[in-house]
């Protein structure tokens, strides 16, 4: 075995995951890279080096530099900044996916772990139970260069045999990092805000639905295809998860069963735009046989550990 890079460690999915890979794999094994350099020793004596992904050379340096032969790329501007800031949503999820499969190749990694998103779905996608394979014409710079990423991934695994293999992510829920630049984080938000004390203006509309899962989950699943047989893998990073579907109204009811004075009015904004063009929910079969995806949280026992963790870590907003 050798050593893993994970790019974009300093991000929602990153920093977890860089946490649960040193403690599994040891952290002799992991450098952790980000565009930002942390502040203090984030990842507790995990190395860490500054990596830009849509720079090439220095994808290309940090492969050979530190002798990588695995890669989890995590980098990945979401949505809302992503319709905000269109030329950097470009540049780190498609041009930054391109540098890292194209140093992969040359560089002579074995496999690399790349997240995709429901953000690939489009107006024109079904609503409900979206199969694997489907319609992806989506309306967001997000969706726009994510559908580039997975064509990106099929194209380097079947031209070039690289390994490379993922997920499509719902909107993933943490109570570790705060809410930032998704259209599903008014979850977390809401969850911030009710523990808090304070009363939550959602900027999606009550009954805007959306397929969702736990950050626990979220990380068990991406282990899980990491370590499956490559001879398993129908998919490359085309795999639909989703542990349920929800909207905020129904959100609000489940936080209310443990903080019953929460409350929380609605005010959309653009971001409704956006999640109105994903879809409901999704298929997630092809994930369950080919490599045992298998959530463990629901919607309830999900909020009974976020409010008991935010409560632990006496959250403000
Ligand atoms: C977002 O809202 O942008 C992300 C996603 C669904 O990919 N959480």
């Known amino acids: 075995m050798g050593t893993i890079l994970v790019t974009g460690s300093l991000g929602q999915i990153g920093t977890e995951l860089v946490t649960l890979i040193s403690q599994k794999y040891g952290k002799s094994r992991i450098i952790a890279s980000d565009v930002r350099v942390p502040e203090h020793d984030v990842f507790s004596g995990v190395e860490t080096i500054k990596l830009d992904v849509s720079d090439s050379t220095a994808v290309h340096s940090a492969i050979r530099d530190n002798s990588i032969t695995e890669i989890f790329h ?95 992510y719902p909107g993933i829920i943490s109570y570790k990092t705060p809410p930032s630049a998704g259209t599903t984080d008014y979850a977390v938000d809401m969850y911030y805000h009710a523990v808090a004390g304070k009363k939550y203006t959602c900027y999606l509309k009550q009954d805007t639905v959306l397929p969702m899962m736990y950050m626990p989950d979220a990380l068990d699943s991406l282990i899980k295809i990491y370590e499956a047989p490559a001879n398993k893998l129908r998919y490359t990073i085309e795999y639909n998860l989703s542990a349920f579907s929800f909207d905020p109204m129904t959100l609000h009811k489940s936080i209310s069963k443990i903080i019953p004075d929460f409350r929380v009015d609605y005010k959309p904004d653009y971001r409704q735009e956006i999640a109105d063009t994903w879809p409901r929910t999704l298929d997630t079969r092809a994930a369950v046989e080919d490599w045992g995806f298998s959530p463990r949280y629901d919607l309830d026992s999900m909020s009974r550990d976020m409010v008991k963790n935010l409560r632990e870590m006496h959250v403000s907003v």
């Not at 499969?101 to 995709?116: H, R, T, Y």
């Not at 998103?117 to 309306?139: L, S, Y």
């Not at 064509?151 to 695994?157: E, H, I």
Request: glycine share 10%; no cysteine; charged share 20%.
């Open 74 to 168: 995590m980098a990945g501007i979401l949505s809302a900044l992503g319709e905000r800031n269109p030329d950097l949503a470009f540049r780190v999820n498609a041009l930054g996916t391109f540098n890292v499969l194209e140093a992969g190749i040359k560089e002579g990694v074995n496999k690399v772990v790349i997240p995709s998103t429901i953000g690939v779905f489009g107006p024109e996608t079904p609503k409900d139970n979206v199969p694997v394979v489907t319609v992806t014409r989506p309306t967001t710079m997000y969706g726009v260069t994510k559908v580039t990423a997975e064509l990106l991934s099929s194209y380097y695994r079947r031209k070039f045999g690289l390994d490379v293999r993922g997920v499509r």
